[in-house]
């Protein structure tokens, strides 16, 4: 397989506004800032990512503007003109930089995109996977009551989606989740805490049992694996974690001290792909499910789940769903459609999806272009 160099690399930060506000126990999202990597290699030809941060830092400690700082000052300057044998490679050469991984992500995706296109394939060929099309779930935001989110279910078991996702917290958990049950007993049904219980919370949560629910994401706190396992040992319903998984020791640690039964894969969250990959291969070991989370992407970050979600042990739907679901008109061309509940994997080089640079410019802010590797700080080489 070839090499890759990159000789630039561009940042387009845009803002995108969503179809419909996203609401979580963090707040709702209307619109959100976004930085669309594209790294050129010596060849001519790009490859792409984005930011999957929001503009506050409530689901992690980065936002988009943190995001595009890490970028800049010291994850371009460390890869930019340094031949790359694989991209499996930049995870550790970004390992002078702590955490940050959602910047990380950004462009690590972006050049295993570029290095599936320079050597002739698909990005999926590349990670591994062989799924042909992936099976697709909705994550509902909060809404105001059960019966309006009775509704918002029923038209997504209409659509096909074959996963719900609803949010859950103190106050709004017991009467939504009977309600759904109510009218869909046997729809396969999940709920995501955003990490807003405690263990004060256990003779509650445990409550929850009689609903056959698939898992309950991420109940406790967003850093925690100790009192997940805890917890675990009282739930029957399974424990998913999401924002306490930031990488594979933290997927170790979790495993060895039965904290969930299953992982949220994030490419953002986790720092990139070959991070990425390397949970899935070790849960896949411990005989622990994995599937793709979300965090509202464009087509781009969107397109990069499909192909991460060929790989075996992605058993589970995903929070996948079609552009058509988050944007007026999406920056990929095509767009990323459904169909009966699975999306196909595109056979294109690379991500499979051209850039709707028309659109990119619709909503751009700011362009950046960034060629040489010099940093104003101290850059490991
Ligand atoms: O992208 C989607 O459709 C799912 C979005 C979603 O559920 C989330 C995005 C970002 C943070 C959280 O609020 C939540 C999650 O925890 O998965
Ligand atoms: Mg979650």
Request: net charge negative; charged share 25%; proline share 5%.
């Amino acid at each position: 397989m070839k090499s890759i160099t990159i000789k630039e690399v561009v940042l387009h930060t845009i803002n995108v506004s969503l179809k419909a506000p996203f609401t979580t126990s963090f707040g709702t999202i209307h619109t959100k800032d976004v930085c669309v990597v594209e790294v050129i290699d010596e060849s001519g030809i790009s490859g792409w990512g984005e930011t999957v941060t929001s503009d506050e830092p409530y689901y992690n400690e980065e936002t988009t503007h943190t995001a595009i700082y890490i970028l800049k000052d010291f994850l371009i300057p460390r890869i930019i003109k340094k031949e790359i044998t694989h991209p499996k490679e930049i995870y550790s050469m970004f390992s002078f930089v702590r955490r940050n991984q959602i910047a990380k992500a950004a462009l690590e995706t972006a050049m295993w995109d570029v290095y599936a296109k320079k050597n002739g394939k698909p990005l999926y060929a590349v990670l591994g996977g062989e799924k042909k099309k992936i099976a697709v779930g909705k994550s509902i935001g909060i809404q105001e009551t059960p019966d309006h989110l009775v509704d918002k279910v029923g038209q997504y078991i209409d659509e096909g989606f074959q996963k719900i996702k609803v949010k859950i917290a103190p106050g709004a958990d017991l009467d939504y989740i009977s309600a759904i049950r109510e009218s869909y007993p046997n729809i396969p049904l999940m709920a995501d805490a955003n990490s807003a219980y405690t263990l004060d919370h256990v003779d509650h949560l445990k409550e929850l049992d009689k609903y056959q629910l698939m898992m309950i994401e991420q109940p406790l706190a967003h850093d925690d694996i100790i009192d997940h396992a805890i917890l675990q040992k009282a739930l029957r319903t399974p424990i998913c974690l999401d924002e306490s998984i930031h990488s594979y020791d933290d997927a170790r640690k979790a495993i060895k001290l039965g904290s969930c039964q299953i992982i949220n894969i994030k490419i953002g969250r986790v720092g990139g792909l070959q991070e990425a990959i390397r949970i899935h291969n070790l849960c896949k070991d411990h005989n622990i499910p994995v599937w793709c989370g979300g965090m509202l992407e464009t087509g781009i970050g969107r397109a990069h789940n499909l192909h991460m979600t060929t790989l075996e042990n992605f058993t589970l739907p995903g929070d996948t769903a079609p552009s058509s679901h988050y944007w007026e008109e999406d920056i990929v061309k095509p767009e990323i459609t459904m169909n009966n509940g699975y999306i196909q994997v595109p056979d294109g080089l690379g991500i499979g999806f051209k850039i709707h640079k028309g659109k990119i410019d619709k909503v751009s802010i700011q362009t950046e272009r960034i060629d040489s590797e010099k940093s104003p700080h101290p850059i490991p080489h």
